[in-house]
């Protein structure tokens, strides 16, 4: 059964007069905890250190070191997710990478893919109830923080679907989600780095390739 990607008439997207800016959670986790407290707009910007610019410059070498090879599979991994949504979606709905996702009127997330209800909004931050799917591909610094609290970010939203990509597994693995009214339980699982689901809209994308 193919479901309609249209949502009651209260979603909306928000405008950027829309109130005070809404916290943002950040994905960036260096210890592999979930990160106790939400990170806000200024800490955004990156911390401020008193080592200087050349020891912060050693640090940023250093970190390109450790993760060059799985930056680059998350963006590949990530661009045959967004290809296949894209080809896929009907025209009620658009995908969209990177967008300001408000949650509970309060919290900030950026999903590295959305599937949302307002079509060509122009819009600076999308309501929850404008989101009919989100995706996260784990990236080595925030692999606890995406698994486990963005999850349960997301389902307290209400987000009807959720996938996460692991782009390291041999092959690379996915799940995607639906809510239930309780919180999220799998709906399909990758074989052989192929993700396929009937809902909301039928699915088939090679994660492989």
């Not at 910007?45 to 993760?67: F, L, V």
């Not at 963005?150 to 209400?158: F, I, T, V, W």
């Not at 996938?163 to 996915?174: C, K, Q, R, T």
Request: net charge positive; proline share 10%; glycine share 6%.
């Amino acid at each position: 059964m193919v479901m309609s990607c249209r949502q009651p008439p209260s979603a909306r997207h928000v405008r950027l007069d829309a109130g005070p800016t809404p916290e943002v959670t950040r994905s960036g986790s260096t210890s592999g905890d979930v990160p106790a407290a939400p990170a806000t707009l200024d800490a955004r910007r990156g911390p401020r250190t008193a080592r200087g610019p050349r020891a912060a410059s050693r640090a940023h070498r250093r970190d390109r070191r450790r993760e060059p090879c799985a930056r680059r599979q998350h963006q590949r991994v990530l661009q045959r997710l967004q290809v296949g949504l894209l080809a896929a979606t009907p025209p009620e709905c658009e995908t969209l990478p990177g967008v300001n996702v408000v949650l509970n009127g309060e919290r900030l997330l950026i999903p590295d893919l959305v599937v949302t209800t307002n079509p060509g909004a122009d819009a600076v931050y999308f309501d929850a109830t404008d989101i009919l799917m989100a995706a996260e591909v784990l990236s080595p610094s925030s692999r606890a923080f995406d698994r486990a609290l963005k999850r349960q970010l997301y389902a307290e939203a209400a987000i009807p679907f959720f996938v996460i990509v692991d782009p390291v597994a041999e092959p690379v693995s996915a799940i995607a989600y639906e809510f239930d009214g309780a919180g999220y339980r799998e709906m399909a699982r990758s074989d052989d780095g192929v993700l396929k689901w009937e809902r909301p809209f039928p699915v088939l994308v090679d994660l492989q390739r």
